[in-house]
């Protein structure tokens, strides 16, 4: 069975990195690209950036373009989302993906 | 590519049907014949889970009353007889790119 286990919640403040993981698991790691979505509180699902595993190239939405990183680590088969220079705008739940499923969500929090 | 939900919220009867608009502003059909739009459902406190795929599949489990039909830039989720189990936030999600983009959301409730 498919399935994406998610780093669990993040406190930070302003201007600080934050780094969350997501750890898959029941398939071929390097067989799907994993993509990060954003949920604001109360809001929609906003598209972040995604992974190909089997070679590690990246595609990375605009409003994210040079301030988010992610990456793969296929002895590990996890993927993982560094956000920079934050924001209280970042707060929201993040999740990681395939088509199907999606992970559980990961919360960050960003106040001073 | 620009994804447009309507109606944004929606209050159903049980056993009434219900249907959910999605128009992108560019063609979904891609070079290899297939149309690249999704369905997801989203209910409260959980991650979005796969109702449709490709415009009118069906995901494993899900309940025959849910159906996806349209083609090109317009598309329909139609539930043929709304459940209370079936309230949450239904997004359309266009990935004819290696990118996706999603609708605004339709938030389905009981009346």
């Known amino acids: 069975e498919v399935h994406l286990e998610q780093s669990g919640t993040e406190v930070r403040k302003p201007g600080t990195t934050v780094k969350i993981s997501c750890k898959a698991s029941g398939y071929t790691f390097i067989d799907y690209y994993i993509h990060w979505v954003k949920q604001a509180p109360g809001k929609g699902l906003e598209w972040v950036g995604l992974?190909?595993?089997?070679?590690?190239?990246?595609v990375y939405a605009e409003n994210f373009q040079g301030r988010v990183t992610i990456d793969a680590d296929t002895s590990t088969e996890t993927v993982f989302l560094e956000l920079r220079s934050l924001t209280s705008e970042d707060t929201a739940v993040y999740y990681c993906a395939t088509k199907t499923p999606w992970g559980q969500g990961t919360r960050i929090t960003v106040s001073s | 590519i620009v994804m447009t939900q309507t109606p944004l919220s929606l209050s159903v009867t049980p056993g009434q049907p219900a249907s959910i608009s999605c128009r992108s502003s560019k063609s979904l059909l891609y070079s290899d014949g297939k149309t690249y739009l999704y369905w997801y459902l989203q209910k409260p406190g959980q991650s979005p889970q796969l109702l449709i795929y490709?415009?009118?599949n069906r995901f494993s489990g899900v309940p025959d009353r849910f159906s996806g039909s349209g083609s090109g830039t317009d598309f329909t989720l139609t539930i043929s007889r709304v459940e209370p189990e079936d309230v949450g936030i239904y997004y359309c999600?266009?990935?004819?790119?290696?990118?996706?983009?999603f609708g605004q959301g339709t938030k389905v409730e009981i009346k």
């Open positions: 992974v190909d595993p089997e070679d590690g190239e990246t």
């Open positions: 999600m266009q990935s004819v790119q290696r990118t996706w983009t």
């Open positions: 490709e415009v009118s």
